[in-house]
């Protein structure tokens, strides 16, 4: 997918713009886990190096969480406890991190895991659908 960089990263630093979840997130890459702060906005997964100021510098890695699954890691396997997984259907591939703790593994996985348009679609018409069946049954009754 391709994007406008410079709006992408007007994106990463508004501060109007709220975050879903920010915080520590270490990424396993080919030669050991890369600290890093995790920024989630929208649908959209800003990763910076964790030393500089997110506002003055364009984060290392964007992904957009979309046709993907979020699922924990295997600590063992991995020698890192608190990890996650987000696996990519369509390119296959994988981005494993590793929170800072129990907790903050929990926000990560929820917020990750309902962030992408699908799950949104699906739960609005999963509303509306309650909605049309509780207007049908207010209608039965006042007949």
């Known amino acids: 997918m391709l994007g406008n960089v410079n709006s992408l990263l007007a994106l ?4 109007s713009y709220e975050a879903k979840v920010t915080g520590p997130l270490q990424l396993l890459q080919e030669l050991g886990w890369r600290s890093s702060l995790g920024v989630l906005k929208a ?3 800003f990763l910076f190096d964790e030393a500089k100021e997110r506002k003055a510098v364009s984060p290392f890695l964007v992904l957009v969480i979309e046709d993907c699954f979020v699922q924990l890691g295997d600590d063992n396997s991995l020698g890192k406890e608190f ?3 987000i696996k990519f259907k369509t390119t296959g591939k994988n981005y494993i991190f590793a929170a800072e703790n129990f907790k ?3 926000k ?3 917020v990750l895991t309902i962030t992408p348009m699908d799950y949104i679609r699906i739960t609005k ?4 659908e309650q909605i049309d069946s509780l207007d049908e049954d207010s209608r039965k009754r006042n007949e």
């Open 43 to 45: 649908n959209i997964l």
């Open 83 to 85: 990890t996650l997984e």
């Open 12 to 15: 990463a630093s508004d501060p």
């Open 125 to 128: 018409q999963s509303f509306l």
């Open 108 to 110: 990560w996985v929820t």
């Open 104 to 106: 903050a593994l929990e």
